[in-house]
């Protein structure tokens, strides 16, 4: 802990925190990359000035109660020093002066809190500064394949499924389908579509968004929208159609008042019943078909061939499954959830199916928050749509690809 | 005290003094026996308690060392040895207790740091060193000691035992409540056993079955008696609303360290049953006492009325003879000493009775002789004059009938004088011989005083002595008495009074009374009597005086005796004489009766 | 070669993957009970009311009532009856908009309703229904905090029928209620956000879950919250323990003030100041903290935890024996100094050890503090009754916005309202300005913030918890449901 002259007066306390922005209190949380540490220093001595107000000479100690590495606190121990030379302020390290200001780097569950305790004659003044802590960035390695994921959208409103085409990005929500268009790298809003419904959603509400050209279908549990883009309309009425699961050609009926499948399928398998599922994977390597279904009970089975009965059950996956074609391995690749809450930060991995087993193919993928829902898109399915929860409360739409790897 | 009471108080004394030594004699023997009873329970009890307390400090002994040697504890010390948290361990010592049956369970270490206390789980973290500083070897055996609580000191019995672990002993200090040792003694029905609980900060107090209710005020000093010279014993009275009396030993329980004693252990035992019995015994000494007392009255009054009633009869007559009824007889038909002196009694009074008669007679025969004698005395003055003159008649006839004329007058003057003067000294022997009976009515004695001293004032206050009359009269109350008769004496007795002062003086008048009779006294300053002159001043013709016939006192005491009085004299030579006169008041009748006139007069010279 | 590897690798996943759960899902499901044991009695669902374990009680608040707002666990501020709202005259006048919502006997929610729930706790506030959609407030001063505050459970929206029954609008409604006993919650199917996902939520209260452990009757439960003393076993056995950071604050409180009348029985005396200061000084927070609490908290010196605002190491919480001996002197030679009946509750063993502990410390000092068992410490009303100078409170901290927190705390224990100064402060420092003038005269002693621990059933999912703690079961389900 560097301290100066400890003596009545004066204290300032810093306390420095890092980036990303979070908002407290109305004030905005500032984003520390090395050339922000300056001028949040500066801001903060600036606080200091007009609150406290200062002398033109001040003995300065620090103290670091928080997890703060030494390196960057020595970095932001110095931009305060600059700071308050600019501000005009006499370091003093000994002997009488008017101020004593003692910084402490400490921190709340949200991020670094600096405090400042400016003690001058007999009064103290405290002030007080919150800086984000930076978020941890997990690398994944995939001996085998790899599994990359792009961010597509942020939001803080829940995201139940999107699309985009390079150009445009539509987003499906509780209550409407909000459509961008890229501009310059950037989308941009251009319309809502708003979404009319008579019951209250169910809780963990999941919807599905098909595009295709202009024509857009929503698929709610219970409501059934249809519209276009141009213009920009949408209808929804109450109704039970099928929905599509997936490229494969699962169509399937969603239970109204719930949050899965009810097992009967409608489309290619029409008639057939299966048990109630959250989420299904579909592909045909050859002549063989292959389903998979992840069950309402946990369990997810695997179907060859036709929908009589499983070829295997599987225990220990995630409820969120969608299938992926690939160059790798067999072609096509379901990317499932982990068996986590849906609270919790989830992971994605590649299984692919041989003979009548399921074997991981990609290390997982950590993801910052529980999956919301994995949609198969892409063109031919090469893709898969997710949408997941950040422990910040935001809503990420991503992407996941799968790359083959040495 | 007449003989009744006497023969009563003796019988009774005699009873009494009986039963009570048979009942002391009695509860002597009972207290003896008591005792003897009382120290053979005591040890016992004591015996017993030893015996109790040491198997309870036999089983917290095994109690403690099991958990020392447990596993769990030893484990428990090696991880604490090797720098485990201590926080875990901070309900250890409650588990270990339970299981144990032990009240108090403290798990230290090395340094005295409380790391878990079974009583007290809140003090944690604090130090008890008492054993730590202690010189030599820690003892084997169980110890009393007071047991810091919450709720305070605790009087226990403890054990410590070390738990040893490589490089550093750890300590269990474990035990129970020694009162529960005293509970579970069941002392027989009269004996109480509590203990004493000395704390080394704070008052003491009782521990055991009826704590609350012995005042420890009353046992404090035979506490720290036994405390000095560890055993004691003493009788206690517990007061009103308690068990009453017991008598109490106090033995000194020894404790951890030899210079403090942590207990002491107290045996009352109820002095009850002796004290009922002694009760008992005075009571029925009492009842038998009372019997005694009530037949020894019934005995005397029978005695007594047998022996004491003549007794009384002869001092009853002998009270009479002393009265002057010489007459009285006392009848006895005992041939016993008491009829022997009933019958000399008897003799007695005949014989004082015919001396009587006989001095009566003498007296008498005096009287006149005195009376012949005076008269003669009396009549011979005038007459030897009366002889001269009529010499000297004669005389003058025969030598100077020149002379005759002159002497004849002369002498017939001195002839007629002396002859008034006989005529005088008879009228009043006349008078004295033939006193008229009074006439009795009430009469005022003050008023009667107030109009003598009225009459005499111009002759007290004027001439040349000056006597200075003063009135001291009291509450008089009426008398029976002639009003003329009395006058007289009042009179005489003022003129007597005057012719003692001729140089003056002060004449007192005092009137007061008793029950029976109103007083007259009159009291001069003058030159006194002589002690033979009181005795003869009543006596007729009797005067010490140039003039007079001597006969105003001895008329004055006719008087006062008809009216059944008294009047007597007292005086001092040259200190002045007082004459008092006692005269019954109306409606009463004379004390003494049959008084003669000639030994009515009392004088005191 | 390629597939060789895959297969050891696979294999190797797979086993990682069967061993988190046999039977494993991250969708949540329908159906099925939650059984859930609390060691706490309550005896009203009333979340407006006094109640003798109110912090239990407001567990379940949040599912049978709804507030205007919700926090969620990084404690921003969501709709929940209230779909909008807007503030004018610098955060004095507040708008909030209700949505389409129900209470569970089937009438609407509307304005009127909520303003009827909230007149009954505001104090000072004018609430007005503008029309059957839309509320306003206005208060005698700005609120900027005002969506925060009316998410805690206090201002929940309650209606109450001639006969006092009270009905909610929340994702749950009362099939059996046996007060201080048990309660069963079941589904309200036309919640408006959505059906929850058990059928029914069981709450046995009372319930030690040491008893049910040595019952063999743990399957059937889902969770039961611990005390300290229960953790250590039961992490020795391996149970899924879920612990909260320290939150809850275990703090002294005197009843009597100094000076105006308020709070305490009336006619006792309160405790002198020095006497309170050298109390506070005496405290060895560090040893309750390391052994009663084994770790499982941190001491405390202010109102709030370090962790929520940063700045708790300002205040001075070290222990000094020999400034308390000072103050105790200085204090005995003016005034006569009785003992300090200190009550705790009686039904938290917990309690009783601290309680003891600081009758302890205090011995040391020369202070004499007896504690006594007491069963409605908690209770507001019934604390102004009672005959202590000073309650041992377990205070929760019941939203992550400090000042929020701050004000509920003080409100809780007695020494504020909801509307207290608190709310009116924007920078963290004016919360902490406020938070050291309730320390100052030391009526209020922090001794230590209490982590909350639950155990959790592996069949059991979406157990919700804040950073304080707070349950929020609104997303919970359970296996075995369909």
């Known amino acids: 802990m560097l301290k100066t002259a400890l003596q009545q007066g004066l204290v300032f306390v810093l306390c420095l925190i890092l980036p990303p922005l979070i908002t407290v209190q109305g004030q905005a949380a500032t984003a520390p990359a090395q050339a922000s540490l300056n001028s949040l220093a500066a801001d903060f001595v600036h606080e200091m000035i007009a609150r406290a107000g200062l002398p033109h000479a001040a003995s300065v100690s620090f103290q670091n109660i928080s997890v703060l590495p030494p390196d960057l606190q020595e970095s932001v121990q110095n931009a305060i020093f600059t700071a308050l030379r600019n501000a005009g302020i006499q370091m003093e390290n000994a002997g009488p002066s008017p101020a004593r200001i003692e910084i402490t780097f400490s921190e709340d569950w949200q991020g670094y809190v600096w405090i400042a305790s400016i003690q001058q004659g007999g009064n103290r003044k405290v002030v007080m500064q919150k800086v984000a802590r930076p978020e941890h960035v997990t690398a994944t390695r995939a001996p085998m394949l790899t599994i990359r994921k792009s961010t597509v959208w942020l939001q803080a409103s829940p995201i139940l499924d999107f699309f985009q085409d390079g150009h445009t990005l539509a987003l499906l929500e509780p209550d409407q389908v909000s459509v961008y268009t890229s501009d310059s790298g950037q989308w941009r809003l251009r319309y809502v579509l708003g979404i009319t419904h008579a019951q209250p959603w169910p809780r963990d509400l999941r919807g599905r ?6 024509q857009v279908s929503v698929f709610l549990p219970g409501t059934r929208c249809s519209g276009s883009t141009s213009p920009p309309t949408l209808d929804c009425h109450a109704g039970d159609d099928p929905w599509p699961v997936d490229q494969g050609g699962v169509v399937g009926f969603y239970s109204p008042r719930r949050n899965f499948f009810t097992g009967l399928l409608a489309g290619p398998s029409a008639g057939a019943s299966v048990v109630p599922f959250f989420s299904a994977a579909a592909w045909q390597t050859g002549d063989t078909h292959q389903w998979l279904f992840s069950g309402t009970d946990g369990r997810t089975r695997l179907y060859q061939y036709d929908l009589s009965a499983p070829a295997a059950v599987f225990n220990g996956w995630g409820s969120n499954m969608a299938a992926v074609h690939s160059s790798c391995g067999s072609g096509w690749q379901a990317l499932v959830s982990a068996p986590t809450d849906s609270v919790r930060p989830d992971s994605v991995q590649a299984v692919e199916v041989l003979g009548r087993e399921a074997l991981p193919v990609s290390a997982p993928i950590d993801l910052a928050g529980p999956v919301q829902a994995l949609w198969a898109a892409g063109k031919n399915g090469d893709a898969v749509n997710g949408v997941l929860k950040s422990p910040t409360g935001q809503y990420e739409a991503f992407t996941l690809t799968v790359n083959c790897s040495r | 005290m007449s003989l009744k009471t006497k023969l009563l108080l003796l019988i009774t004394l005699a009873i009494a003094g009986t039963v009570g030594t048979v009942a002391f004699l009695i509860e ?50 090696i991880e604490l040895t090797n720098g485990a948290d201590v926080g875990p361990y901070m309900n250890a010592a409650q588990s270990y207790a339970q299981a144990r049956q032990l009240d108090f369970l403290d798990l230290i270490a090395p340094d005295g740091t409380i790391i878990s206390s079974a009583h007290w789980p809140a003090r944690f973290g604090y130090k008890e060193r008492w054993f730590l500083d202690r010189a030599g070897p820690q003892p084997r055996e169980a110890f009393l000691r007071h047991v810091d609580t919450a709720q305070g000191s605790v009087l226990a019995m403890l054990c410590l035992r070390p738990v040893k672990t490589h490089g550093a002993d750890y300590y269990l200090i474990g035990g129970r409540k020694l009162d529960s040792v005293v509970q579970s003694l069941t002392p027989p029905a009269g004996l ?79 002095l009850q049953q002796e004290l009922t019995l002694e009760k008992r015994i005075r009571d029925i000494s009492l009842m038998i006492a009372g019997l005694g007392i009530f037949i020894a009255v019934l005995i005397s009054a029978i005695l007594t009325a047998r022996m004491s009633r003549p007794i009384r009869d002869l001092a009853d007559a002998a009270a009479e003879v002393g009265h002057g009824n010489w007459g009285v007889r006392v009848e006895s038909s005992s041939k016993d000493e008491v009829g022997q002196l009933a019958k000399a009694f008897n003799q007695m009074t005949e014989e004082l009775m015919a001396q009587r008669e006989r001095l009566v007679q003498t007296e008498r025969v005096a009287a006149w002789r005195e009376l012949a004698r005076r008269l003669a005395h009396e009549l011979k003055n005038p007459l030897f004059p009366l002889q001269i003159t009529v010499e000297n008649l004669l005389r003058a006839r025969e030598n100077t009938p020149e002379q005759f004329d002159e002497v004849f007058h002369e002498s017939t003057a001195t002839l007629l004088a002396e002859i008034a003067n006989l005529k005088n000294i008879v009228g009043r022997f006349s008078d004295f011989s033939k006193m008229p009976a009074p006439q009795f009515q009430s009469v005022d004695l003050n008023e009667m005083v107030r109009g003598v001293v009225q009459l005499f004032q111009g002759q007290l206050t004027q001439g040349a002595r000056k006597i200075d009359p003063e009135l001291q009269l009291g509450q008089a109350p009426l008398v029976k008495a002639d009003p003329v008769l009395l006058r007289r004496v009042i009179e005489n007795l003022v003129l007597n009074a005057i012719d003692a002062m001729p140089e003056g003086g002060k004449l007192t008048f005092r009137t007061s009374k008793d029950d029976k009779f109103a007083m007259f006294e009159l009291a001069d300053t003058g030159k006194g009597l002589t002690p033979e002159e009181c005795e003869r001043i009543f006596t007729p013709y009797y005067t010490s005086k140039q003039h007079g016939t001597g006969l105003g006192l001895a008329i004055a005491q006719s008087v006062v005796s008809d009216h059944q009085g008294r009047i007597s004299v007292t005086s001092r030579k040259n200190h002045g004489t007082t004459f008092h006169v006692e005269l019954p008041i109306a409606g009463t009748t004379s004390l003494i009766e049959g008084e003669k006139k000639s030994k009515a007069a009392a004088s005191a010279c | 070669m390629r597939l060789s590897r895959l297969r050891s690798i696979a294999a190797a996943s797979l086993l990682l993957a069967l061993a988190t759960a046999a039977v494993a899902s991250s969708r949540p499901r329908y159906g099925g009970t939650v059984r859930i044991l609390l060691h ?57 908009n209700l949505r389409l919502a129900n209470f569970q006997d089937g009438t609407v929610v509307t304005a009127p309703d909520v303003v009827a729930s909230l007149t009954r706790k505001s104090q000072g506030w004018q609430v007005r229904a503008v029309d059957q959609q839309t509320v306003r407030i206005e208060l005698p001063v700005p609120l900027p905090h005002m969506p925060d505050l009316l998410a805690l459970s206090r201002f929940s929206i309650v209606k ?30 036309d919640y408006w956000g959505g059906r929850p996902y058990p059928d029914s939520i069981e709450f046995q209260l009372g319930a030690s879950l040491r008893d049910q452990l040595l019952q063999r009757q743990l399957g059937q439960y889902s969770a039961a919250d611990l005390t300290v003393d229960q953790l250590r ?167 992550v916005q400090p ?52 155990w959790l059933n592996s069949n059991v999912h979406n157990w919700l918890e804040g950073p304080t703690g707070r349950w929020s079961l609104d997303q919970l389900w359970t296996e075995g449901g369909r």
């Open chain 3, 233 to 399: 076993s039961l992490e020795e056995t391996k149970q899924n323990i879920e612990l909260s950071r320290a939150s809850d604050l275990l703090v002294l409180v005197f009843l009597q003030p100094d000076a105006a009348p308020g709070g305490g029985k009336p006619g006792r005396t309160p405790v002198d100041p020095r006497v309170r200061e050298a109390l506070a000084e005496a405290i060895n927070r560090a040893a309750i903290n390391n052994v009663i609490l084994q770790k499982r908290g941190t001491p405390a010196s202010g109102i709030l935890p370090q962790w929520l605002t940063g700045y708790e190491f300002l205040f001075p919480g070290a222990m000094n024996l020999e400034r308390a001996k000072e103050l105790h002197a200085e204090a005995a030679g003016l005034v006569i100094i009785k003992p300090i009946a200190l009550a705790y509750d009686f039904s938290d063993p917990v309690a009783k050890l601290v309680a003891e502990r600081i009758a302890v410390d205090a011995r040391e000092a020369g202070i004499v503090v007896q504690p006594f068992g007491e069963p409605h410490v908690a209770n507001k009303s019934a604390r102004n009754g009672m005959n202590a100078d000073a309650v041992l409170l377990r205070v929760p901290v019941e939203s």
């Open chain 3, 40 to 96: 706490e009695r309550f005896n009203s669902l009333d979340p407006l009311g006094d109640d003798d374990h109110p912090a239990a009680r407001d567990r379940i608040a949040g599912l049978l009532f709804d507030t205007l707002t919700a926090t969620d666990t990084q404690g921003n501020v969501h709709p929940r009856l209230a779909s909008s709202w807007r503030s004018e005259s610098g955060d004095r006048i507040w708008y909030f």
């Open chain 1, 209 to 214: 968004l098909v595009m295709n050209g202009s």
């Open chain 2, 192 to 270: 109480r056993v509590s203990i004493y609980s000395n704390p080394e900060q704070g008052q003491g107090e009782i521990i055991g079955p009826a704590k609350d209710n012995l005042p420890l005020e009353k046992l404090m000093p035979l506490v720290q008696l036994a405390m000095q010279q560890h055993d004691a014993s003493k009788t206690i009275d517990w007061g009103p609303g308690l068990p009453q009396e017991e008598i109490v030993h106090a033995i000194a329980l020894p404790g951890y360290s030899a210079d403090r004693v942590p207990a002491v252990l107290l045996v009352g035992n109820s």
């Open chain 3, 160 to 189: 109450r029928t001639s006969d006092n029954t009270l009905i909610g609008s929340g994702p749950y409604k009362v099939s059996e209620w046996q007060a201080g006993e048990r309660l069963v919650l079941s589904a309200n199917d």
């Open chain 3, 403 to 454: 000042a929020v927190a701050l004000a509920a705390a003080l409100d809780d224990m007695g020494m504020g309202d909801p509307t207290s100064a608190p709310l009116t402060a924007t920078r963290l420092e004016d919360v902490f300005e406020l938070e050291s003038r309730a320390l100052a005269d030391f009526r209020v002693i922090p001794v230590a913030h209490v982590s909350e621990a639950v």
């Open chain 2, 28 to 77: 002597e023997r009972a207290h003896e026996a008591f005792r003897k009873i009382e120290q053979e329970r005591t040890a016992t009890l004591v015996d017993q308690f030893h015996r109790e307390f040491q198997h309870e400090g036999d089983e917290i002994i095994r109690g403690v060392e099991s958990i020392a040697n447990s596993d769990s504890m030893l484990r428990s010390a």
